[in-house]
């Protein structure tokens, strides 16, 4: 009796070259794959992982290089479990392996006043993020800027940005699920952004995903769904804020590390206030060049971000404070999310050996948005 056919999948580069590129395709419900599949094409091979949603089940895995033009078919083989992205649930925190390496840890404690990412790992181990200093200590500025977070200044006018005086909250709620696998790892949060007496103002469901990447980069995508009750949100104009923000080692502050942005901008007076596509913070940590970017999704609002990104270290996505951003245009950055209604905004983390140029980070976004085609064969 002959042996059926393994399913095969054609990934096409399209006009760009591909380097190190996340992949996914829909996997139709009539089709049986491996439980652990294995990607292979001539020498190449490739860990694959079954993602299941609610939409549907989709193939996941990471393209290590396919030259522009060209296509490559990979059959679909049984392989075997491997490392590759580890969640595990501690106290008030969980921390993410990646190929069997410390990557980051996610912090929720109830005395936090909004969950965070920290630190974060690059190239060689170094630390990327600053760490939090203690009052009165050198260094020690702007408390609330915890590494990676997300929180906005005005928010039906309870401040969820700082850390003094009568501050908002962002509290968690609770995991709906903690996953790990070979390719990608996740977690799906829910959290309560509040006032300062507790009262919630909005729920947030929050999902951070975590891709194995090869050792000299590493990314994670963000999607934030932010849901009203009864009343509507208002997020008011102000700079302070950013729903997706890096406070970085202070190591590669600009202008000894440097910034740069989707359209060339470089360091604080050519990138603050200006929208773009993505914005890039780089320079040497330890011995090592290295750097941290945010890409902004085209379903956000108001696509391109502004950035709210300063020479000390800050780098943040900040879609409200237009009236900072634009002083004398007239225009307001006010946006109302009505009652019983919802919205979700999306970015990707992304960290690479060197510069922006040398981290391909204009290529990684490419590959962000607009990824290679995939296609089942036969």
């Not at 977690?187 to 990447?213: H, M, N, Q």
Request: neutral net charge.
């Amino acid at each position: 009796m002959s042996q059926p056919k393994a399913p095969s999948i054609v990934v096409e580069a399209g006009p760009h070259a591909r380097v190190n590129t996340v992949c996914s395709i829909a996997i139709p419900d009539e089709l049986k794959l491996p439980e652990h599949p294995l990607l292979t094409a001539g020498k190449t091979k490739l860990q694959g992982q079954i993602e299941r949603g609610p939409q549907g089940s989709a193939l996941v895995f990471v393209l290590d290089r396919l030259p522009a033009g060209k296509s490559k078919t990979f059959k679909i083989v049984a392989g075997e479990a491997a490392e590759g992205v580890a969640l595990k649930k501690g106290k008030g925190a969980v921390s993410v392996s990646i190929g069997g390496r410390p990557f980051t840890e996610y912090l929720h404690q109830k005395a936090l006043a909004r969950p965070y990412l920290a630190p974060i790992l690059g190239p060689g181990g170094v630390e990327m993020t600053r760490k939090i200093e203690k009052r009165g200590t050198q260094g020690y500025d702007h408390p609330h800027h915890r590494s990676v977070w997300v929180s906005h200044g005005l928010v039906n006018g309870t401040d969820n940005w700082s850390e003094d005086g009568n501050h908002g909250k962002t509290v968690h709620a609770g995991f709906e699920s903690l996953s790990s696998g070979a390719v990608t790892g996740a977690i799906i949060e829910t959290c309560e952004w509040t006032s300062p007496a507790g009262d919630k103002i909005l729920d947030d469901r929050r999902v951070i995903r975590f891709y194995a990447l090869d050792a000299g980069s590493r990314c994670v995508d963000f999607t934030y769904t932010l849901a009203t009750g009864h009343d509507a949100v208002l997020f008011g104009d102000t700079k302070e804020g950013g729903m997706l923000s890096v406070r970085v080692n202070p190591q590669i502050n600009a202008p000894t590390g440097t910034i740069e942005n989707s359209f060339g901008g470089i360091n604080e007076g050519e990138t603050w206030g200006k929208r773009a596509h993505w914005c890039d913070y780089s320079g040497v940590i330890e011995g090592v060049h290295a750097g941290i970017a945010i890409f902004d999704h085209p379903s956000n609002l108001r696509h391109p971000v502004y950035w709210h990104v300063r020479n000390y270290g800050l780098m943040t996505a900040n879609p409200f404070g237009v009236s900072y951003f634009e002083k004398g245009s007239g225009k307001r950055g006010e946006w109302l999310l009505s009652a019983e209604s919802d919205a979700t905004f999306a970015y990707r983390l992304y960290i690479h050996e060197g510069d922006a140029k040398r981290g391909r980070v204009h290529d990684a976004y490419h590959d962000y948005i607009n990824p290679p085609a995939c296609s089942w064969a036969g």
